[in-house]
C-alpha cells in the first residue's frame, strides 16, 4: 500500500523551499525600484501559504517507512508541482499559463528554452529567478540519477556508484552523505565559475545568472543574444570548462576527493565524452575555415562552444549554426541527442548508454563471425551486469519513440517537420534551442501554439522523469503493492 502522507509531507517542504527562493528576485527588484518585486512578494506568500498546510496535514509524529514505491511517486509529482507553484511569478508578471507553465518547466529541467522575449530589458528579479530555477533543478537532477535511477534498472548511476560490479558497495556509506557532497560540489563549481566569469569582465549579477545556467547545464541567458552577447573568447573558453564539468558525472568528484584522482581520466565515460568533443569540434573548425572563410582560432572557438554546448545539453549559442550550412546543421541534430554523462546536470541518451550500444553491436557482429563463441561485454575493466544492456537498448528504443511521437503531435498542430522533430529532439533531450526559424538559435519558442507549448512542457518532463518512470506509475502492479 503507497504511503501518501509522507509523499505529501516532502512536496509540502519543497513547496516551501520554493517560496523562501523567490524572496531573492523579491529583494532585488525592490533594491531595483521595480513594481514586479510585489509580484514575487505575493507569490512567495501565496506559495508558502499552501506549503505550509500541506506540510501540516501530512505531518505525524509516527514513523511512517517511505519505500521505492514512494519515491517513483514522488519523483515525478516533484517536478510536475514545484514547476507548477514556480510558474505563478510568471503568471503575476502577465505570461498566459501556458507560457508560464513552459517557462518554469523548462527552468527546472535545465533545457533553457524560452518564450520570454526582449531580455535585455526585463526586470533583473525575473531574470535572476529563471537562473535560480535552473540552479535548483540541476541538483535535483543528480540527486534524482543517485536516488532513484539504480531502482529503474536502465542502466542508470548502477554503473558508476561502484568499482566493482558489485552493486550494494556505495561511494559513501550513507545516501546523506552522499547528497550533501553532491550539493558541496555542485556549489563549489558554482561559486568557481561565477568569480571566474566576474574575473573575465561580466558583471556580478550577469556572473551569478550565467554561472547557474552554466553548471546546471540550464543555458538561460540575461541576454537576448545569449552567450554572444558579450563577444569575449576568454569568456567563451571559460564557458567551455564549466559546461563540461556541469556534464561530468559527479560521483567521480567525490571518488577524486577521497583519493581515486586517476578516475578522472580512467573513467570510460568521461574518455568518451572528450574525445567526442574533440573529434566534432576538429572537424567543425576545419568545414568552418574552409566554406566560411572564418580565422582557424576563431572557427576552433566558435565549433567548440557550440558543440560542447548542445552536447552537454547547455544551450547557450555564440552564434547561429543553422546558416554554417545543411553539413553543420546534420552534426548539430546528432549533437542534441547525444547528452554528457550520466549522474551529472545534462540531459540527452547520454555517453555510457551510447557506449554500450556500441559494445553491443560489436559483441553482435562478433557472433555473426563466430556463433559459438562466448563474448563477455567490459565496461570500466569489468562485466557489466546482466540487467544493463537489455535496459539500456529498451531505454533507447523507448526514447527514440517518444521522440516521434511528440513530433506526430506537434505536426498535427501546424508546425513543419523540422520544426517538430527538432524541437520534439531538444525538449525530451532538455538541450534547448532546436533546428529552424521558429525554435533555432536565432528563433523564439514564444511564436509557438499554446498547445505546442504543453506538448513540449510534457516532452521536457518526460526528459528529465527518464521515461521508465512514467512507465512505472502506468503499471497496475505499482499501485496494488
Known sequence: ?????????????????????????????????????????????????????????????????????????????????????????????????????????????????????????????????????????????????????????????????????????????????????????????????????????????????????????????????????????????????????????????IKAMRGNSEILWRDAQVRGLFKLLAATSVVLAVYLELTRDIPLLDAVRLATFNAVSIVTTTGFVTADYTTWGPFAIGIFFILMFVGGCSGSTSGGIKIYRIQVSWLLTRAHLQHLISPNRIVTLLYNGRRLPEDVPFSVVAFLALYLATIGLFTVLLTAMGLDLLTALSSAATAVSNVGPGLGEIVGPSGTFATLPTGAKWVLSAAMLLGRLELFTVLVLLRPEFWRG
Open 1 to 253: 500500500m503507497i504511503q501518501f502522507r509522507p509523499i505529501l509531507l516532502a512536496l509540502g517542504l519543497m513547496v516551501c523551499l520554493v517560496a523562501v527562493a523567490m524572496l531573492m528576485p523579491m529583494a532585488v527588484d525592490y533594491a531595483d525600484g521595480h513594481s514586479s518585486g510585489l509580484v514575487f512578494a505575493v507569490s512567495a506568500l501565496v506559495t508558502l501559504f499552501i506549503g505550509v498546510l500541506m506540510v501540516l496535514f501530512a505531518y505525524d509524529r509516527k514513523p511512517v517507512k517511505a519505500g521505492l514505491r514512494e519515491g517513483f511517486l514522488l519523483t515525478t509529482l516533484s517536478w510536475t508541482l514545484v514547476s507548477a507553484f514556480a510558474a505563478i511569478p510568471f503568471i503575476g508578471l502577465g505570461l498566459p499559463i501556458g507560457d508560464a507553465y513552459f517557462e518554469s518547466v523548462s527552468a527546472l529541467t535545465a533545457t533553457g528554452a524560452t518564450v520570454i522575449v526582449n531580455l535585455d530589458n526585463q526586470p533583473r528579479g525575473i531574470l535572476l529567478w529563471r537562473a535560480l530555477l535552473q540552479g535548483i533543478g540541476g541538483i535535483g537532477i543528480i540527486v534524482f540519477a543517485i536516488l532513484v535511477l539504480p531502482f529503474l534498472r536502465i542502466g542508470g548511476m548502477q554503473l558508476f556508484q561502484t568499482e566493482s560490479s558489485d552493486r550494494s558497495e556505495k561511494v559513501m556509506p550513507r545516501t546523506y552523505h552522499l547528497v550533501s557532497a553532491i550539493c558541496g560540489v555542485f556549489g563549489l563549481l558554482l561559486v568557481a565559475c561565477t568569480f571566474t566569469y566576474m574575473l573575465l569582465g561580466m558583471t556580478p549579477f550577469d556572473a551569478i545568472c550565467h554561472a547557474l545556467a552554466t553548471v546546471s547545464t540550464g543555458g538561460f541567458s540575461t541576454h537576448d543574444a545569449s552567450f554572444g552577447y558579450f563577444k569575449s573568447p576568454a569568456l567563451d573558453w571559460a564557458a567551455v570548462v564549466f559546461m563540461i564539468l556541469g556534464a561530468l558525472p559527479f560521483v567521480v568528484y
